[in-house]
């Protein structure tokens, strides 16, 4: 099956294929000049080793590439090239890269030079080592002083860094086969990035205690260097046997729950195109209306007329998210706004609330923002909003609520965002923060036991930069970190990305799920200048309409034989029951579903890229 790249993507730019690397059991793909997917003997060791140079914004540089050179033996390969960055006013850093690998070591170096001076927030190397079955796994990790201590990987998500001062660290691959990782040049540290959806555990150069921005000398070199250590007691270094490329099996699981309501945002800006579309907002019959107000962008009494507009036009409910400004008392700011509600003829079913500085996150060693006590804010909403349900958290993202813990005594329920392309916009990375959910999720829950629980707004691109003075324009269309505007939000990518998010988070229990918005950069359907297959409709209409109607039904899991490329669960409404699948890859999968029993006498499913299926199962 032969499928337009822009049906699949919303652009017809597509990541190249990367370049295999082998030297025996050692293989590594190499994706602009970086190496992902890094196994031995068919297991992933690492997720990734790069070399990244971000800006003040933590933006990431797309360096162009040049003398590229690749060399492959049996037992062997060589890569070198130079990256080339160019930054404001005519700065450039120059890399001058070396790859060498074997059957049992991976040696990654770099000399970085800026022949004017550079100015960065980080330029070095980045380890990711990933997530599913090495959380709360052992780990020895060696220290700049030479201190070697037995430790493990965090299983719960930590806030902040888990080890600090780091020259090495080593796993277990599999039995018999340890992984040692070693730094040098600098002094890294290590992040838990399921804090960000990432799909990984990440050491990177340069403590974020020391000051950043910070300036590379001009035409000071600054060398590198990261490696890979593999030690096999089984002594073989021959390459694995080939993989068979059998059908993705599906096995019915033990867990089971109720499916949540889906919700929908609207802001003031959008809320005229929102009213415009009410017919095809009435088709999705979301349970749920978002509505964002923030008195700090100028929002007011038209924005919550509005807001009663549309809220009395949609049969489900509404809540208002309110980014609250806390230049004075917070009883005042919040009695300004039920005032303003009043005047509007808005009464909202929920108020989520969260002061507007929060949106800012505070990396470890920054110092906090001025800030009121939030038992202070939500008592303020109380008063203000009496019989309204309150609701507390971060309108920004789980790093955030991680990193500060709000009290919840006085809240009705939880919520906090995610963002997919916060350090990576490929679509193997973005694709891949789908495996981070269920440690999210499972961290609130380690929090806030069985408070409600709410997710989203949660997009592809980017609404708001905690990390940044801005969010990145994307005028061209392409794959770029922290975007404002995404092409696969408008392809089939997005309609897979937003079902395999709604099944990694089913065990959370969540009360309300919300992954786009009606109209804009963010919705459901597309501006008259944006052309989509189903005349206006973008793909992930598909997903956000099917979710709303399972809203309510009872779900069992499946256990898919590979969930990076296949998820599935199954539903069970007035209707009957029924498997619904997912493909995440750009590819065709063959998938038996056999085990889940569906009642038509075929067991093989053949699925198309990022395309779902339902298939009605026997009694």
Not at 172 to 178: H, L, M, N, R
Not at 570 to 597: K, P, Q, S, Y
């Amino acid at each position: 099956m032969t499928i337009d790249a822009f049906q699949l993507y919303g652009t017809r730019l597509v990541d190249p294929p990367p370049v295999r690397l082998r030297a025996g059991k050692l293989e590594a793909d190499l994706t602009n000049g970086n190496l992902r997917t890094i196994r031995y003997g068919g297991t992933e060791v690492l997720r990734a080793i790069s070399y990244l140079v971000r800006d003040r914004d933590w933006g990431t540089y797309s360096p162009e590439i040049a003398d590229l050179r690749i060399e492959q033996g049996d037992n062997r390969f060589e890569v070198a090239y130079l990256a080339r960055c160019e930054g404001p006013d005519d700065t450039k850093l120059i890399i001058d890269v070396r790859i060498v690998g074997s059957p049992d070591r991976l040696d990654f170096e770099a000399e970085a030079i800026a022949p004017t001076g550079f100015e960065t927030n980080r330029c070095g190397f980045c380890i990711l080592h990933p997530i599913v079955g090495l959380a709360g796994s052992p780990a020895t990790v060696e220290y700049v002083d030479g201190q070697i201590v037995a430790t493990w990987f965090p299983d719960v998500i930590e806030p902040w860094q888990p080890f600090k001062d780091m020259r090495a660290i080593t796993h277990a691959v599999i039995p018999g086969v340890q992984a040692e990782c070693r730094m040098e040049g600098d002094t890294f540290e290590m992040e838990d990035q399921r804090n960000w959806s990432d799909a990984s555990y990440k050491t990177y150069v340069r403590p974020l205690a020391l000051p950043w921005p910070y300036e590379i000398v001009a035409n000071r070199p600054v060398r590198q260097k990261a490696s890979l250590v593999i030690r096999d007691a089984h002594g073989s270094t021959r390459p694995p046997p080939g993989m068979s490329g059998g059908a993705i099996r599906l096995e019915l699981g033990a867990r089971t729950g109720t499916m949540p309501d889906i919700g929908v945002i609207v802001t003031p800006e959008e809320a005229d195109a929102t009213l415009s579309a009410k017919s095809v907002l009435s088709q999705i019959a979301p349970q749920e209306l978002l509505f964002h107000f923030d008195p700090g962008a100028g929002h007011g009494v038209d924005a919550l007329a509005q807001f009663a507009v549309l809220a009395a036009a949609h049969r489900g409910r509404s809540t208002l998210e309110i980014a609250l400004p806390c230049k004075s008392s917070p009883s005042s700011e919040a009695a300004e706004i039920a005032c303003q509600m009043q005047l509007a003829g808005f009464r909202p079913d929920a108020i989520m609330i969260s002061p507007s500085v929060d949106r800012q996150s505070t990396p470890p060693g920054s110092k906090w923002p001025e800030c009121p006590p939030l038992d202070e804010v939500y008592t303020a909403a109380r008063a203000a909003f009496p019989g309204i349900r309150i609701g507390g958290g971060m309108l920004s993202y789980f790093t955030e609520l991680n990193r500060k813990r709000v009290p919840d005594r006085q809240l009705d329920f939880v919520s906090h965002c995610t963002n997919p392309i916060v350090h990576a916009a490929d679509d193997l990375s973005v694709m891949q923060t789908l495996e981070a959910l269920p440690f999210i999720t499972r961290s609130v829950r380690a929090i806030y036991g069985d408070k409600p629980y709410r997710i989203g707004p949660t997009t592809i691109p980017m609404r708001q930069n905690p990390y940044g003075s801005r969010t990145m324009d994307n005028p061209a269309g392409a794959r770029i970190p922290m975007a404002n505007r995404d092409p696969r939000h408008n392809g089939r990518f997005a309609e897979a990305f937003g079902f395999g998010y709604a099944i990694r988070v089913l065990d959370a229990g969540l009360e309300c799920l919300t992954l786009s918005a009606l109209s804009g950069p963010f919705g459901l359907i597309a501006g008259p200048a944006e052309p989509t297959e189903q005349g206006g409709r973008r793909p992930l209409f598909n997903t956000v309409r099917k979710l709303s109607r399972l809203a309510g039904a009872s779900w069992q899991e499946c256990v898919s034989s590979s969930p990076s490329e296949v998820l599935a669960f199954t539903a069970r409404d007035a209707a009957g029951a029924r498997l619904h699948v997912v493909n995440l890859t750009g590819e065709e999968r063959t998938i038996d579903c056999g085990a889940c029993r569906p009642a038509d006498a075929g067991n093989e499913l053949l699925l198309a890229p990022f395309a779902t299926a339902a298939l009605p199962l026997a009694d």
